[in-house]
C-alpha cells in the first residue's frame, strides 16, 4: 500500500524542539516535491515547508522561517521537519504531502496529490 505516514509530534515547552518525519511506504520520494502544512482549530491549512525534488529549493513560511529546517534523508524515503524554538502559536496537526509540484508553487497545498494522516505538535508549559 502507498502512503505517506508522519510520526515525531507531540507535546514539547516554548523554546523546545522537536523532529517530525514524513516516510513514504511503498514507493520512493525521489521524484516527488514534498511539502509541510499544519492545521490549528478554527484556523485554515496553512503551509509551513517543502522541499523541491528537481533542484532542492525550499520553501519556509515567514513564521517559521530561522527555526524550521526541512531536509530529505539519502534514501528519499523520509522527508524531516527539524523543528526548534518552538511557539504556542506553531501547535497544530501538522501533515506532509507529496506531488510533481514547481519549485515556486510549494506553498500551495493544491498542487500536492496525496496527504498523510497527520500528527500533533502541540507546544506548551
Known amino acids: 500500500q502507498l502512503q505517506l505516514v508522519e510520526s515525531g509530534g507531540g507535546l514539547v515547552q516554548p523554546g523546545g524542539s522537536l523532529r517530525l518525519s514524513c516516510a513514504a511506504s511503498?514507493?520512493?520520494?525521489?521524484?516527488?516535491?514534498v511539502g509541510w502544512f499544519r492545521q490549528a482549530p478554527g484556523k485554515g491549512r496553512e503551509a509551513v515547508s517543502g522541499i523541491s525534488n528537481s533542484d532542492g529549493s525550499t520553501y519556509y513560511a515567514p513564521s517559521v522561517l530561522g527555526r524550521f529546517t526541512i531536509s530529505r534523508d539519502s534514501t528519499n524515503k523520509t522527508v524531516v521537519l527539524q523543528m526548534n524554538d518552538l511557539k504556542p502559536e506553531d501547535s497544530a496537526v501538522y501533515y506532509c504531502?507529496?506531488?510533481?509540484?514547481?519549485?515556486?508553487?510549494?506553498?500551495?497545498?493544491?498542487?500536492?496529490?496525496?496527504w498523510g494522516q497527520g500528527t500533533q505538535v502541540t507546544v506548551s508549559s
Open positions: 511503498g514507493f520512493s520520494l525521489e521524484h516527488y516535491a
Open positions: 504531502a507529496k506531488g510533481r509540484v514547481h519549485p515556486l508553487r510549494l506553498r500551495f497545498g493544491g498542487d500536492y496529490d496525496d
